[in-house]
């Protein structure tokens, strides 16, 4: 018996050790931290030949304000605000 693979399935590829980040396979970590600062996330990974790798990570997502309303005439009437942006 012949099995058929399904078409609506994309083959997803298994990502291969080591080609991710080419040139840091081998080193040794020295130590490793994390860093909260303007609004990003660093993680930095120092290993011993004095090399880094570092991530920077930021949101893009942000509440600016929740806020329940009523419609029920037709026009916005704000009920409550839950929560509301400190950057203002």
């Avoid at 893009?60 to 942006?85: K, M, N, P, T």
Wanted: some cysteine.
């Amino acid at each position: 018996m012949i099995q058929r693979r399904l078409s609506g399935r994309p083959k997803v590829r298994k990502p291969v050790p080591g080609t991710q980040y080419p040139g840091i396979r081998g080193k040794v970590v020295a130590w490793a931290e994390h860093v909260f600062d303007a609004g990003m996330l660093y993680v930095r990974v120092r290993f011993t030949d004095q090399t880094e790798l570092c991530w920077k990570l930021q949101t893009r997502h942000v509440i600016i304000e929740a806020d329940l309303a009523s419609w029920e005439s037709g026009d916005f009437q704000q009920l409550a605000v839950y929560a509301e942006s400190e950057t203002d």
